[in-house]
C-alpha cells in the first residue's frame, strides 16, 4: 500500500507578493506545477494532486489575489503580472524543467509561459481551455463572478452557490464533495460571515493590456500538449478544440462526457489521460 499523501504548506517571495503553494510528494520526482481558474485556489485540485503526487512532486499554486497569497494592485490581475509571477516562483523554487497543468484561467497562464519558455515546460496540460472561448461561456463566467455576494451566512448558503454557479463542474458530486471544494474559497470574517479568500478587485475586469494573437501563442508552443475538454463545455467549443489538436503536431484532445466546464480531473477519462500523459516524465523523457 502506498504512504498516505502529506499536504504543505509553503510560501515564497515572487515578483514582489507573496505567493502560497500546497506542495504534495517527493520532492525528488518530476515537477508539476497546477494553476487554478479565475475565481479558484490552490486546493481546487487537491484530489487530482493527491493521486499524482504518488509519482510527482506536485505543487498547486495560488494565483495573486486567490487564497492565501497576497493582493496585488487592484489594476494588476492580468496575464502579463500572472506570467511574471509564475517565472518568479520558478526562480524561487529553484525550477529548471517541469510540467505545467492548468485549468481555464491557469489553461491560459499554461499556454501563454510554454509559448514565452521554450525549453523550460516539458508538458502542458490545457483543462477546458483555448486560444478563443465561446461567448456563451465567457458571458456566464463573467456574470457570476462578477455579481457573487459578498458573505455567505454560514457554509451551506456557500455550497448552495456552489451547486447554483459551479454546476458544470460539481453536478455529479455529492453535497459533501462540493462542501470540501467550496470551503477553501471562503473565510470567517470577525462577524463570524464566510466572506471570500479573493480580493474584490479580482471580479472588477480591468481592461489586460495588449496581448500577441492567441492562436499564434498556442503555435508556438513547443512540448507535448493535452486538451482536456468537458464534453458539455460552454467554454471550450468542439470546432476549437478540433483546430487546436490540428494546429499542433504533438497536440492530444480528450473528451470528458457528461461534464461541462471544467472537469475537475478526476474524472475517469480525465484522470486516464493525464496519467499517460505525464508518464514520460517519470522515464526522463520528454
Not at 518530476?30 to 481558474?37: A, F, L, R
Request: proline content about 8%; charged content about 20%.
Amino acid at each position: 500500500m502506498a504512504p498516505p499523501v502529506v499536504a504543505r504548506d509553503l510560501f515564497v517571495e515572487a515578483n514582489g507578493l507573496r505567493h502560497h503553494l500546497v506542495v504534495k510528494g517527493s520532492p525528488a520526482a518530476p515537477q508539476v506545477i497546477m494553476i487554478h481558474g479565475l475565481a479558484g485556489q490552490a486546493h481546487t485540485f487537491d484530489a487530482i494532486a493527491t493521486h499524482l503526487a504518488q509519482k510527482y512532486h506536485v505543487y498547486c499554486l495560488d494565483v495573486r489575489g486567490r487564497g492565501e497569497s497576497e493582493w496585488g494592485p487592484p489594476d494588476g490581475y492580468h496575464m502579463q503580472n500572472y506570467l511574471a509571477d509564475l517565472e518568479a516562483v520558478r526562480e524561487a523554487l529553484s525550477l529548471e524543467k517541469f510540467a505545467l497543468v492548468g485549468t481555464s484561467m491557469g489553461g491560459l497562464i499554461t499556454m501563454n509561459y510554454a509559448a514565452a519558455h521554450p525549453g523550460r515546460v516539458r508538458r502542458a496540460v490545457l483543462n477546458d481551455v483555448g486560444p478563443e472561448i465561446d461567448p456563451a461561456g465567457a458571458q456566464r463566467i463573467l456574470a457570476y463572478v462578477g455579481h457573487a455576494p459578498e458573505a455567505f451566512k454560514d457554509l451551506r448558503a456557500v455550497v448552495k452557490y456552489h451547486k447554483e454557479n459551479y454546476a458544470p463542474m460539481v453536478a455529479g458530486l455529492s453535497d459533501d464533495r462540493v462542501a470540501e471544494f467550496a470551503r477553501w474559497n471562503v473565510r470567517k470574517d470577525e462577524n463570524g460571515l464566510y466572506i471570500w479568500k479573493m480580493d474584490p478587485a479580482v471580479r472588477k475586469f480591468a481592461t489586460p493590456p495588449a496581448a500577441p494573437d492567441p492562436w499564434q501563442t498556442f503555435r508556438a508552443i513547443d512540448c507535448p500538449v493535452l486538451v482536456i475538454r468537458g464534453a458539455r463545455s460552454d467554454v471550450l467549443n468542439p470546432a476549437i478544440a478540433s483546430r487546436m489538436r490540428e494546429s499542433l503536431a504533438n497536440c492530444r484532445l480528450v473528451e470528458v462526457p457528461g461534464v461541462g466546464h471544467a472537469p475537475i480531473l478526476t474524472e475517469p477519462e480525465a484522470q486516464e489521460a493525464l496519467d499517460e500523459f505525464l508518464a514520460p516524465l517519470g522515464s526522463n523523457g520528454s
